[in-house]
Every structure is written in C-alpha cells, then in structure tokens.
C-alpha cells in the first residue's frame, strides 16, 4: 500500500483507507497525534516470527514498522490492522527484547503527570462503529490476549483528571479489544491492572454483549509481585464467552484467582443474546492506557510491551505453557 500523502487530512486518510482493504483501515487514521516525524525504523527479525502461535488474529512485534510510516506497526497476524504508536510515533520503539528472539519492544508513558492533556505514549487503533479488519472477533466464542510486560515507573499513574494533585487513577491500562460500540474506553477483552475493593488488582476482564455487563476474574497474588519492576513479564489472559469462564496466566503457568462478582453478567444462564459476543467488529484495541483516539488520557502505563496477540479463540493451558517455553528457549 502506497503510504498516505504528508499533507491529507484524517478525513481523506480515512475515505483512503475504506475504499482500499479493510485490513488498512487503521493507516487511515493516523494523525499527528500520532507523532511519526521520525524516520527510524526497526530491522524485522526473523526468530520472532518463527516462534509465533498459529491462527493469531493480532500479532505485533514493534520489530516491523509500515514502510513509510514508521509512527505505525504492522500486523504480523492474519488480521492485518496496523497499530498507531499515538504521540510517541517510532521513539516508541526501543531495543529491550522481551526474550532471545526479540530486540525491539515497545515504551509507554506518562508524559506530564501535573497537567491536564492527552500527550501519554500507548497504542492502538480506533474506529467508531466497528474496525472491519478486526471482524474475526464479532460473535466470537472465545478470545485469548497474551504479551510481555515490563512495569518501569509510578503505578497507578496520577490522575490528571482530576484538580486533586493527590488523586490517582483507579487502573493501569495493560492490553485491551474495543467493544464494538466503545468510545475507547469500555473493552470486549481486557488485561489490566483495576481496583478492587481498593486492592490494585491483575485481572481479566470481559464484556460478552455490547450493551452489557462486564465480568471481572482478578488474582489473588499481590500484583506487585505478580509484575515486579523493570523485569520482563509474560502475561496472557483467556475469556471463554459461552461458558464464562476466564483465566490468568503468568509465565505460562495459571495464576490462582475468583470472581468478583456472583450473578450473571453474561446474561449466559437467561439466553441473553446470541451465543458468544455481539455481532458487531470492535471498535478498536488499547495498549498501555485508553483512548487510542487520543481525545483525553486515562490509565496511561510507564513501562515497555512485546509480543503482543490477541487469538479469536481460548488457547489451552499447554499452548501457553509451550509457547512460553519456545520463546524464552530462543526457539
């Protein structure tokens, strides 16, 4: 795909982008918040790639930047939807490989925790009304979010939100699949860090219907030791949408965990709805904070991610565990 002109507006990028394949929708809109001035570029690496699961619907490296526009990351996984690196553009890309097969990862942060603005460094892509190259997850049964975490700075991050110069965010935004009707924020699919019962909490978090209630499985191991500062982590996280069961992973072993909340937020014991998820394409995905539309900050994470996938299906327990080996045997 050619790259877009310098001077297009987000509006022309966008037509661009829908009149071509869908699997370029997320080139389309970049804008300057984007901040892709420069031009350094990653060279691919090849064991990456051989060591990846496969039938990743998303797979990102941050080793292969679009050719062109290296404020994006392409998709190394059947999807094809590349990934906005919003404000930070290609400085996003540092040499910290998550494991032998890696040399570049991915940094997210905080920029200016005493003001009020949207210049946090995270990632995504974001498409009111559904992104079409992310529709092997519309109705989808089972879903499976997995990558390399590095914690690196203050968690949670100050809110600047809020007046308060003491006031924090309630989360730590690690990876997340849009709803199909989500203004950036709420998820199909999520990993992340969230207050529970006011204990910061590892958690896995999923909403089957678009419209409905989220479901919340939360570690009981403290997270801090679940993620220890500035050591690489390997976390996944698996949401079956017909039987409600989700798990954590860390390190390719399960993490013990339970439920927050009782009931049927599903609405799976009632027939609510179809079987699996809503019928609708997400509206995107959020990597190291929300809002990859970059209109306000929240949950903005300091700290790098490698290897990020997200699967239209619940991997099992020894495909993670054998994944984990492979990659971290340099396989």
């Known amino acids: ?3 877009p002109a310098p001077h297009s507006s ?16 997320a ?34 490296d941050f080793e292969h930047p679009v050719p062109g526009d290296p404020a994006l990351e392409q998709d190394q996984g059947s999807s094809g939807t590349p990934l906005m690196l919003v404000n930070g553009g290609a400085t996003m890309r540092v040499q910290d490989g998550a494991h032998p097969g890696s040399t570049m990862s ?36 089972a879903v499976t979010i997995m990558g390399w975490v590095k914690p690196m ?3 949670p991050a100050p809110n600047t939100e809020t007046p308060d110069p003491n006031d ?21 699919a999520l990993l992340e860090l969230i207050d529970v019962n006011g204990t910061l909490r590892l958690v896995a978090l999923g909403r089957r219907l678009d419209p409905g209630q989220s479901r919340t499985y939360a570690a009981n191991t ?30 390719g072993q399960p993490i013990d965990g339970f439920y927050t909340a009782g009931g049927d937020p599903w609405g799976l ?6 079987r699996g998820t809503s019928a609708t394409n997400p509206a995107g995905i959020k990597i190291g904070g929300s809002f990859p539309q970059n209109d306000r900050e929240r949950n903005p994470f300091n700290g790098r991610f490698d290897d990020l996938a997200f699967f239209d299906r619940a991997l099992t327990a020894d495909e993670i565990r054998q994944y984990y080996d492979a990659v971290t045997a340099g396989q």
């Open 269 to 274: 014991q009632s027939g609510e709805g179809q």
């Open 10 to 25: 987000p509006v022309d990028r966008l037509l661009t982008a829908v009149s071509g394949a869908a699997a370029i929708v």
């Open 106 to 141: 991915l940094q997210t942060r905080q920029v200016n925790p005493d003001a009020a603005g949207n210049d946090d460094w995270k990632a995504g892509v974001y498409l009111e009304g559904g992104v079409p190259s992310l529709a092997a997850f519309s109705g989808v049964e």
């Open 1 to 3: 795909m050619d790259a």
């Open 168 to 188: 924090r965010y309630n989360a730590v935004g690690l990876m997340g699949l849009l709803s199909g009707n989500s203004d950036g924020h709420a998820v199909r």
């Open 153 to 155: 700075g203050e968690h």
């Open 222 to 251: 403290p997270w801090e030791e679940l993620l220890p500062r500035d050591i690489w982590t390997f976390l996944a996280a698996t949401f079956d949408f017909t039987t409600g069961e989700m798990a954590l992973y860390r390190n």
């Open 27 to 60: 080139l389309a809109l970049v804008s300057s918040a984007c901040g892709g001035g420069s031009t350094a570029q990653a060279q691919p690496q090849t064991q990456a790639e051989t060591i990846q699961l496969p039938g990743a619907a998303v797979f990102y």
